[in-house]
């Protein structure tokens, strides 16, 4: 233990030296991993942040969309309605539309005078399916273009807020 104790005199401040090295190390290190490790945290909690406002983002851009297509499919109802009900339709905006109501319960006939005779045919005609022809009235071509023309305004309508609904949610 002599040679033990003269090397610990003789050289006691490199020991010392290394010793307070050694522990500045371990301080640094454990201070280090602390920084990493509040670093880390904050970077997952700004990753779940981001994901739970993409979430809600998501959630009311759908809800957004559903109150859009419940407010046309009912307004396109109520149109219909009253196309059903040959009154004239409310005019909404720069568009409008109105079936003006036919008082006469007497309706067209397809064919309005008797034939005196047949019409010459070219030799690739295509032949009419039997009875579509004389099973369509006015009336109806009437109320089914009525209908295509609110169909194609609702769905203008549609479209034009769902665009300005998608422009105002950009995140």
Known sequence: MNWFTRLLLGHWSSILGGFLLLVALIFGIQIGQSRVQRAWDAEKLQAALTQAKQEQHVVDTLHAQRTINQEIS?????????LAGLRPVLRGCDVGLRIQPNHESITMLAVSSIATGVAAAPTDAVPNSTGSAASIQCEQLARDAAETTLM????????????????????
């Open 74 to 82: 009912n307004e396109f109802r109520t149109k219909k309605g009253l």
């Open 152 to 171: 194609v305004l609702e769905l203008q309508k549609w479209y034009s807020k769902q665009a300005a609904a998608a422009n105002t949610d950009e995140p």
